[in-house]
């Protein structure tokens, strides 16, 4: 064999290889009962949950419990799913802006359930409301 063949056919093991352990690390999109269910099973890899904060009737999101003074990185919150179901979010690495954390249309969590009341968040993601969205008179 030539050394430009040797050479493609490691490029390509490596590329393969890559794809392989990537692969590994994707997580995949669930609501709070099947992330109990992957548990339950002992399937301890990381899954996002999208949902939206608990709010009451007048719209105020309720249920943040982030205290920086006592623990600046300890946040718990409430979160409803598309399912409707309400889970207690703990995240020990708060977003950098709380205040767009509470505008935030919709959340996605990373993490894994700890059990059935709480899920341990290592990572937030949110969905803040567009500021080139046409605004409704």
């Given at each position: 064999m030539k050394r430009s063949h040797i050479f493609g056919l490691i490029i390509i093991a490596i590329m393969i290889s890559i794809l392989v352990v990537t692969a590994g690390d994707a997580s995949q999109y669930v609501?709070?009962?099947?992330?109990?269910?992957?548990?339950?099973d002992g399937n301890?890899?990381?899954?996002?949950?999208?949902g939206e904060l608990?709010?009451?009737?007048?719209?105020?999101?309720?249920?943040?419990?982030?205290d920086p003074?006592?623990?600046a990185n300890y946040l718990a919150f409430n979160l409803v799913?598309?399912?409707?179901?309400?889970?207690?979010?703990?995240?020990?690495?708060p977003p950098a802006s709380m205040k767009d954390f509470e505008k935030?249309?919709?959340v996605?969590?990373?993490g894994r359930t700890?059990?059935?009341e709480e899920f341990i968040a290592s990572e937030i993601l949110m969905k803040c409301p567009s500021k080139y969205e046409e605004k409704q008179l």
């Open positions: 609501d709070f009962t099947a992330a109990q269910e992957l548990a339950d301890d890899s990381k899954v996002h949950v999208i608990q709010k009451d009737k007048s719209g105020n999101v309720i249920g943040i419990q982030y003074m006592k623990d799913d598309e399912k409707n179901e309400m889970r207690r979010v703990v995240c020990y690495s935030s249309e919709k996605v969590v990373i700890k059990n059935s």
